[in-house]
């Protein structure tokens, strides 16, 4: 402790807090539980600090690629995107250039809130339902895999592993698998985002009983009965004129047509593996979201880094290792 300074305790606290809920908050809290002032300013400063330190560990520490040992015989991995808001100082497009003093004003106009996508990423074996390893980040596809990679090492994989990997979709999440993983990888659309595209398609084919109709797909999906799938939908399929937006049943069937190599839901089910995305959706909510993005919060860039990493730390359980880390660098 130094004079205008903050304990390793205190320091903690502020963490903590601030990893939860907004810096004003902080201070009531520490107020609250502590009876000790500290300014919304410290708590960022602080919590950004340690987010930072947290955040190098995590880029340290990553393990290029599986171990030579044989590892677990499955590693469920999981990977998806969320929008979170960013304020950039230049709004795109303006005529502002870097360096030049803002007008005198509101110098909210040389500001834009943005919807940036945090990317998260998450593995586990597939009988550990609570023991998961997180990562998340801004960055680009290659660094979200590079920390995927580092995720289903650190859940058990080795050279041995078939990883079961999930997504929506979205085609920078199989990119990474076959980049990352190869061929000790399959990849398996999410089925409840499958159904969703079954239901939308249901409700224009058969509006007094969609329920029912999507049912009957989701079966014959789960039985790998594609083909029957697509065989109903194409006799109800809009015209070309109809636009995407109005024309369900074209997008139901193109979206099971283009990803037809990622639909072995009967082989995952029969080797007792999930074939929904659920806890990344999960994740999403715990790791991301909550703090985040709250109502009326927006973030620097930098800064949302910082506090995913926070945030990703406290989620894989290395909390506490962190801090004993520090006592023992002030010691």
Known sequence: MHSRGYSMPVQRALADFGADVPFAQVSQKMREHYGIEVSASAARAISERHGELMRQQQQDRLIGELGPEPGWEWVVAEADGCLIPIVQNEPRGS?????????????????????????????????????????????????????????????????????????????????????????????????????????????????????????????????????????????HLEPAAVREEEAPVRACYRYLSNHREYLDYQGALAKGLPIGSGEIESGHRYVIQARLKRPGAWWKEENAEKMLALRVHRANGEWESYWQGQRQGVS
Do not use: M
């Open 95 to 235: 005529a502002a250039r870097v360096g030049s003093a803002p007008e005198k004003g509101d110098r909210r106009k040389v500001k834009e809130l943005v919807w940036c996508e945090a990317r998260l990423c998450l593995a586990h074996e597939p009988d550990q339902v609570t023991a998961h390893h997180y990562a998340a980040t801004l960055g680009e596809v290659d660094v979200v895999g590079d920390r995927w990679l580092d995720c289903v090492a650190r859940a058990g994989a080795g050279a041995e592993t078939q990883i079961h990997s999930l997504g929506d979709g979205a085609a920078w999440i199989a990119d990474q698998v076959e980049r990352c993983f190869g061929g000790q990888a399959s990849y398996l659309l999410d089925f409840y985002h499958v159904s969703e595209y079954l239901s939308a398609a249901g409700k224009q084919i058969e509006p007094l009983a969609s329920v029912v109709w999507r049912q009957v797909q989701q079966e014959r999906l789960k039985e790998n009965r594609l083909d029957e799938v697509l065989s109903a939908l194409a006799p």
